[in-house]
């Protein structure tokens, strides 16, 4: 540790989404705010999601958009800070924005824009920012204090907003998870979430070739379905419906796909047959699915010879390949290509109207670190700013 000891009301560890929004409905309230972040810039999940635009809240939020050991856990944050509350801070500072698919919402130009303005009105409510700053220890007496290369701060209150461990390049580590053990809370073992799955070994070269080809399908897993594009990569699948179900999804879990959603191709190949086409399986098929795939599906399940010359059982067993793929993943890509971390802080530690732990006085935890993960599609953003709200007003 170097330099003085500081004296402050809050100190928030992580300066990304939830910890800006913390510091900001703090500093609202006149708290001295201590806001610490290691990377040197703030908001780097911010700034490289969407595509650099930031799909920053959904339209619909609700608690059954989360996976949590308690999905209800995160009703009250959410209840006291709606998508409504952000877009309304969006319109204020005049940032343009516009709606995607499924009520995603984006900024049109930068997902910078989002973090100036998060990072101006930490100016504006006289939060002292620190950057580059890494942190040595943390201990409690009457006070938190926090030792770091840059000083150290002495505060009543303490919020944790580092994170979880996905995409370790933009600085993710396991400090949130420690400090927690550190004071005695449980943990839920953290795990990648809205992450591409593998393929077995056998899988891999049953499906070689395919790295590249996306097609709209219905996935299934423990009850959760999702219906978005699936994309075939050179590892495994990717796509939205295979992101959002890997929240789901448990080692050992046998995926169902639906590769025709749209359709029923069992009553489409009878129905030809009756008319006496002479196409194939495959060539029917290949109409209907990207051709690689078609080619690769008629390949695997010999489908060859007109339609008449099947038996209609013969071609309701066809159909059933394409409606009930079901596949076991090997494992997911892991941290490195994860979205954000399913696990995390006990929900069970905590007060769900304050991030409060139940233990541990003015000990608060808020965003990716705890047990609360969203569905793909801005949901993760709601919840951090709607969790650092919720402490910010507490603290």
């Avoid at 799909?55 to 009703?75: A, D, G, I, K, L």
């Avoid at 008629?298 to 099947?310: C, E, I, M």
Wanted: net charge positive.
């Amino acid at each position: 540790m170097h330099g003085a000891v500081n004296d402050c009301d809050l100190i928030i560890l992580g300066a990304g989404a939830a910890g800006l929004m913390c510091a900001i409905a703090a500093g609202r309230r006149g708290r001295r705010v201590a806001l610490l972040e290691r990377n040197a810039e703030v908001g780097e999940k911010i700034r490289i999601s969407g595509g650099g635009r930031c799909n920053f809240t959904n339209v619909r939020v609700s608690p059954e958009n989360y996976v949590s050991q308690n999905h209800r856990f995160c009703t009250s944050a959410l209840s006291r800070y709606s998508p409504a509350d952000f877009i309304a801070m969006l319109e204020h500072h005049r940032i343009p924005y516009h709606e995607k698919k499924l009520g995603q919402l984006f900024c049109d130009t930068s997902a910078r824009d989002i973090i100036q303005m998060r990072t101006s009105e930490c100016r504006f409510k006289g939060v002292a920012l620190h950057t580059r700053c890494d942190v040595e220890s943390i201990t409690k007496e009457d006070v938190f204090n926090v030792a770091t290369k840059q000083g150290a701060w002495n505060a009543p209150s303490l919020v944790i907003a580092t994170g979880g461990l996905s995409i370790p390049k933009l600085g993710a580590t396991d400090l949130g998870y420690r400090v927690a053990r550190q004071f005695g809370l449980n943990v839920i073992t953290p795990e990648a979430a809205l992450v591409p799955l593998r393929f077995s070994s056998e899988d891999l070269a049953r499906y070689d070739g395919l790295s590249g080809v996306s097609f709209d399908a219905l996935v299934s897993c423990r009850d959760m379905s999702f219906r978005e594009n699936v994309l075939f990569t050179h590892r495994g699948l990717s796509g939205p419906a295979i992101l959002q179900i890997s929240s789901y999804w448990k080692a050992g879990d046998v995926l169902t796909i639906d590769m025709l959603p749209s359709i029923r191709l069992d009553e489409h190949l009878l129905a030809l047959k009756r008319k006496g086409s002479k196409a194939e399986v495959g060539t029917i098929v290949g109409d209907l699915l990207p051709k690689r795939l078609a080619q690769r599906w008629s390949a695997l399940h010999s489908w060859s010879g007109p339609l008449n010359q099947y038996k209609d059982a013969a071609l309701l067993e066809a159909a059933k390949t394409v409606h009930g793929w079901r596949i076991t993943p090997s494992g997911t890509e892991g941290f490195a290509k994860a979205e954000v971390t399913r696990g995390g802080v006990d929900t069970a530690e905590l007060s769900p109207k304050t991030m409060e732990s139940k233990r541990v006085p003015g000990l608060y935890f808020i965003g990716e670190v705890v047990d609360v993960t969203g569905w793909l599609g801005g949901y993760n953003f709601q919840w951090a700013w709607a969790s650092g709200h919720a402490a910010g007003l507490a603290v």
